[in-house]
């Protein structure tokens, strides 16, 4: 199956909003220019409303880094798919390693999460990956596997086409330490398949799985050539207007 190749950048706790609507900009101009591919970026939640605004007419699309669960409520520090809504913000980044590692998140509040921004009409991007200890004990495939049925515990077949998912090995997030491509698309094959087990093949052919972990310039072609590689979740090399507008570029 033909699927759409998204660029995402992933802002992480970088940049004032002015910056963030300046690199936003350099990002919507190369999106323009490459019509066959979906660009994303995630700022910061204070730069989110900005961003939307100065984007408004083009094709970039824009992400939260994060979403809570609930609608409304006494949750301090949260923000809810509904005020995501409410500032034209339509997907979400879900269940990356730094809110697992750093903020305690595990499988059971990812699936919240998940489920509550499904339920808000936000499109998850939801992140797995494997450490570095799970990976050199051979645990690799275990460990994705128990991550999506955890993640994805009662994701019904008819909304799983709106979850764009995220392989990021978490030894390879900011350590300049990419996955080879083939142990990239090992995974990505494998994640395809538990979606082909536990839904269908119809479904798992159309789900776009981003490759993420010291993406770069350098290495986006030989990524995306690989056939489950359907485009790259990009930390730090998306913090600079040119090494990001090389990689929405890949060939
Ligand atoms: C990320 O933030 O998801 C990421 C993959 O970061 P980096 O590209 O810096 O490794």
Redesign the pocket.
Known sequence: MNRRPLIAG?W?MHLTVSEAVRLAQAAAQTCGACPDRDVMVAPAFTALTKVREALKDTSLLVAAQNVAWEREGAYTGEVSPVMLQDIGVHFA?IG???RRQIFGEDDAMINCRLRGALAGGIQPVL?VGETLEERETGRTISVLEQQMRQDLQGVSADKMHQIVL?Y?PVW?????K?ATTEQAQEAHAFLRRFLTEEYEKNIADGVRILY?????PENIDNLMAQPDIDG???????LQAESFDRIIRFR
Do not use: F, M, Q, Y
């Not at 993420?212 to 770069?216: D, E, F, I, L």
């Open positions: 992933n992480k980044i990356h390693s730094e992140c995220a990021e390879a997030i900011g350590t300049g990419t993420g972990g010291s993406v770069k790259a979740l990009v930390g730090g090399a998306a």
